[in-house]
């Protein structure tokens, strides 16, 4: 997994009891601090620095946090937490993959993606879950143009990764028999599930 940025962090939480929003206010108006979620600032220029994947992983790492249930981290949020750099912007809201029952209420923090959790490849992420890399890698090429999903998929399959691929063909030809999914006509044309997940850099 790829670990999280080490920049300085300030949180509201932590300020001193009666901390000096006038001060926060100011740091904000002025660019000097960047808010990266609820109640969290980052150096403006320590986070212009990082690059989008890293970006996202220390806003993943925040915004877990502060949620009180437990919650299974897909999509972008998974890419980041393992690693699959993507073509393209990342976004700010953080996905998280619910039962279809609950509904996909979203907050400005957390998106959430109301696709049933029966079926989902996922293991333990402290105290939440995250989607394994071929889950991952699929969900993303579901719902992403052509290019950007081959792209996930790439980055699971790369072999010249530290420790290899994060992922292999048969692990997300797999996932994508068990049942038919919105996307997955995408997806398989986007099986760039090929041998370039050996070359991509």
Do not use: K
Not at 155 to 168: D, F, N, S, V
């Amino acid at each position: 997994m790829m670990p999280v940025p080490e920049i300085l962090v300030a949180r509201r939480r932590e300020l001193i009891a009666h901390p000096d929003y006038r001060r926060v206010r100011r740091h904000l108006r002025e660019r000097t601090w960047t808010r990266i979620a609820p109640g969290v600032f980052v150096s403006s220029p320590e986070w212009r620095a990082l690059s989008g994947i890293r970006r996202h992983r220390l806003r993943v790492e925040e915004v877990l946090a502060r949620l009180d249930a437990p919650a299974v981290v897909s999509h972008f949020a998974a890419a980041a937490v393992w690693g699959i750099d993507l073509l393209g912007p990342w976004p700010d809201a953080v996905d998280v993959t619910i039962a279809r029952a609950t509904g996909g209420r979203s907050g400005g923090a957390i998106r959430r993606r109301a696709l049933g959790l029966e079926r989902v490849a996922r293991v333990p992420f402290g105290a939440h879950e995250v989607t394994t890399p071929a889950q991952t890698a699929l969900d993303l090429a579901r719902i992403l143009p052509f290019a950007r999903g081959v792209s996930a998929i790439d980055q699971a399959l790369w072999t010249g990764r530290g420790g290899g691929a994060l992922a292999t063909t048969e692990d997300i030809l797999a996932l994508l028999d068990t049942e038919p999914v919105r996307g997955d006509a995408r997806a398989r044309r986007g099986r760039g599930i090929r041998v370039a997940g050996r070359q991509c850099p």
